[in-house]
């Protein structure tokens, strides 16, 4: 079945920078939008940004625009995250998420599917 594995989840102190990367395997990546999401304890899940199929369009939450970019490589069924000046409300489990339309991408109901997440932990 489809996987979405993150990595480059950790610990990193504040005003530091970390790049997540999502691969996905056995679909057909380039048909596919692909989301970031993140979710802190106690709190809903929520966008962070998203990328259309060739990477023409992309979305930013209100609260990372500026300083994070979203990119996708679709010879290597990738997607990555560089977050910049980060700050400790950006800590939070962050997941890779597919979906076929570009069709209300922020939110997290109409992904089809979804990776295991990654922490990224923001000291101050």
């Known amino acids: 079945q489809v996987q979405l594995v993150e990595s480059g989840g950790g610990l990193v102190q504040a005003g530091g920078s970390l790049r997540l990367s999502c691969a996905a395997s056995?679909?057909?990546?380039?048909?596919?939008?692909m989301g970031w999401f993140r979710q802190a304890p106690g709190k809903e899940r929520e966008i962070v940004a998203a990328?259309?199929?060739?990477?023409?369009?992309?979305y930013y939450a209100d609260s990372v625009k500026g300083r994070s970019t979203i990119s996708r490589d679709n010879a290597k069924n990738t997607v990555d995250l560089q977050m910049n000046g980060l700050q400790p409300g950006d800590t939070a489990v962050y997941y890779c998420?597919?979906?076929?339309?570009?069709?209300?991408?922020?939110?997290?109901?109409?992904?089809?599917?979804w990776g295991q997440g990654a922490q990224v932990t923001v000291s101050s």
């Open positions: 056995r679909l057909t990546f380039s048909t596919y939008v």
């Open positions: 998420a597919a979906k076929k339309q570009w069709l209300a991408v922020y939110t997290a109901r109409g992904y089809d599917y």
């Open positions: 990328i259309s199929w060739s990477g023409e369009s992309k």
